[in-house]
């Protein structure tokens, strides 16, 4: 079955530091990967997605890109700000597995200023 | 664009009673949507997968009976939880897909968050 794995957290960051979270997954298809945002108290946002290997998908300073080589989607930015503290989940989206969202545990960002 | 809304936003009920949580695509015809629910600092479990007009399709594990999904629209599907219990206090958070917009992709909505006392 699919699978997706994230580092755990909490990560706690200075602001202007840079944030890399590791994303790795399984999946027996061609998946499309995303990554969403969730703010405290609040229902998730895409932040970014890729579709095929090689597709680097950006947003908001984000970036993350689709290694089929190495199974990876790992979430960059080389800038955070206080407003980046969120948790960031990894997902893939499989086709064969009928379009269903495949989670990872998500990974808690706290940005102190 | 893309945007699903919840209703409620927040539920108190009494153990024993059950409440409704509708799922509404504002902006674009939902083909399928999903129910999640999330335990406190915990991932999005799926509970149930459905497509307007057919039954849901539940996840393993998931009770049928007392997690009554609806989608009797391609905008609107409604998540009722039956008998509620304490147990059940949980943010449940529904997602929307459609065709049109790249069939892979899921637009969440703000989640409800369900407390049973």
């Known amino acids: 079955g699919n699978s997706v794995t994230q580092m755990e957290g909490p990560v706690t960051l200075s602001e202007e530091a840079f944030l890399t979270i590791n994303c790795t997954y399984t999946?027996?298809?061609?998946?499309?990967l995303f990554w969403y945002v969730q703010y405290p108290g609040e229902g998730l946002q895409l932040l970014l997605k890729a579709t095929k290997a090689d597709d680097k998908g950006s947003n908001k300073g984000f970036e993350a890109t689709y290694r089929k080589e190495t199974t990876s989607f790992h979430l960059e930015k080389g800038s955070v700000q206080v407003s980046d503290s969120a948790v960031y989940f990894c997902?893939?989206?499989?086709?064969?597995?009928?379009?269903?969202?495949?989670f990872g545990g998500g990974t808690r960002v706290l940005v102190k200023p | 664009g893309a945007v699903v809304s919840q209703h409620p936003s927040w539920v108190i009920c009494k153990s024993g009673t059950s409440v409704k949580i509708e799922c509404r695509s504002l902006d674009f015809q939902a083909t399928t949507m999903f129910w999640y629910r999330q335990f406190p600092k915990q991932s999005l479990m799926l509970m149930a997968t459905?497509?307007?007009?057919?039954?849901?399709?539940?996840e393993q594990g998931v009770e049928k009976d007392k997690f009554l999904i609806n989608h009797a629209s391609l905008t609107l599907s409604t998540l009722t939880v039956t008998s509620a219990h304490p147990e059940d206090s949980s943010f449940y958070i529904c997602?929307?897909?459609?065709?049109?917009?790249?069939?892979?992709?899921?637009?969440f909505g703000p989640g409800t968050r369900l407390t049973v006392t």
């Open positions: 997602s929307a897909s459609s065709a049109g917009l790249g069939f892979y992709e899921q637009y």
């Open positions: 997902a893939l989206s499989d086709k064969a597995a009928g379009n269903k969202l495949t």
């Open positions: 999946a027996t298809g061609y998946p499309s």
């Open positions: 459905s497509n307007e007009g057919s039954k849901a399709t539940y």
